[in-house]
């Protein structure tokens, strides 16, 4: 049976309501049992634990609760979009660095009760780096679709724009957040609070978020993930750098890449004629995954509009052209 210490911890996180502490009392109680032998028993807790876990992020997304903040300020609906992503990381085509990175982020993230149990964080803390169109955003909405957990993106210019003077206490009640309502939480447009603080342009009010911003992700100690994501790395202040986890850079695609993207994109469909993928990995030479992949539903748009059965390549070349 469980300590008597553990399972006084489980008690006391339930009636404190303090949820993540509930769930590590009950997962180290099944690891106890794991090593006194107990396996199918340990095995049966895992499953309720992740079952409970799971069902009460369902639950909390079907109520129609974003975070609290949305309850006391309406306004914020429009800065804050939650949902439960269903893609996953086997849906990107991804450079083999950014993959492993990620891959690595998603076991310590899985087994974060067993680092815990040696005083160690798993990893939770991103900034990405890249241009428009290279897969920063759809990354935060496959990881928390690898995890089973919600994702919440902010538009930080939008907090600035719209909450001027505000900032600071909004962009606290999103951290404040954390801890209850466990998901990935992505600040997009960093850039906006991140640039050079020797750079003369800098308003006082974008100064304070940005400090805001930095004690906020240092103090945090949820389990939730904090993804900050910039198409303008140049930019931002090289002292944010050492905030985070993992600084990932995502770069344009490779002709590789290319093939694989328009491949995966028009499965299903046959073209009217042999393909050369290296022919058209050349005319999509500059583009991001997300330019290629609307050429490939452009392609297959027309195939259908005109009432054809196979795609046409010369549609193909003419979408990827268009986009240069």
């Known amino acids: 049976m469980a300590a008597a210490d553990q399972i006084k911890s489980l008690i006391k996180s339930f009636g404190d309501g303090d949820e ?5 009392s009950a997962m180290h109680i099944a690891a106890s049992e794991a090593r006194k032998g ?3 028993f340990a095995q049966e807790l895992k499953f309720l634990i992740e079952k409970a876990r799971k069902n009460r992020s369902l639950s909390f997304l079907d109520r129609n609760k974003t975070i609290p903040i949305s309850q006391s300020k ?6 804050i979009e939650v949902f439960q992503p269903k893609i996953r990381l086997s849906d990107m085509i991804l450079a083999p660095d950014v993959k492993v990175a990620l891959i690595k982020l998603v076991n310590e993230q899985r087994k974060w009760e067993m680092l815990r149990q040696y005083n160690l964080m798993p990893r939770r803390k991103l900034l990405l780096l890249g241009p428009p169109g290279c897969g920063k955003t759809m990354t935060a909405q ?3 679709g690898e995890l089973g957990i ?5 538009r930080l210019d939008g907090l600035i724009s719209k909450f001027m003077g505000e900032s600071i206490a909004k962009l606290r009640l999103i951290f404040d957040a954390m801890p209850d309502h466990r998901g990935v939480y992505l600040f997009d447009e960093f ?3 991140g640039s050079h603080r020797n750079q003369g342009q800098d308003v006082g009010e974008i100064k304070r978020v940005l400090n805001s911003f930095l ?3 240092e103090k945090d100690q949820s389990n939730s993930i904090i993804i900050a994501a910039t198409n303008m790395p140049e930019a931002l202040d090289k002292a944010l750098f050492r905030r985070f986890d993992d600084i990932i850079t995502y770069p344009l695609p490779i002709k590789s890449e290319v093939i ?3 491949k995966k994109n028009l499965s299903g469909f046959k073209f009217s004629e042999r393909i050369n993928y290296q022919n058209l990995a050349k005319d999509a030479e500059g583009l991001n995954y997300s330019d290629i992949v609307r050429a490939c539903e452009e392609t297959i748009k027309e195939m259908i509009l005109h009432g054809l059965k196979k795609l046409k390549k010369s549609d193909l070349v003419t979408a990827l052209k268009k986009r240069k």
């Open 20 to 24: 993540e502490h509930f769930f590590a």
């Open 260 to 262: 694989d993207t328009i």
């Open 150 to 154: 919600p994702v919440f993106i902010m």
């Open 191 to 193: 850039d906006s609070i």
């Open 142 to 144: 496959a990881l928390a």
């Open 215 to 217: 004690i906020n992700i």
């Open 38 to 40: 107990h396996t199918t």
């Open 74 to 79: 309406r306004e914020l609906h429009e800065l």
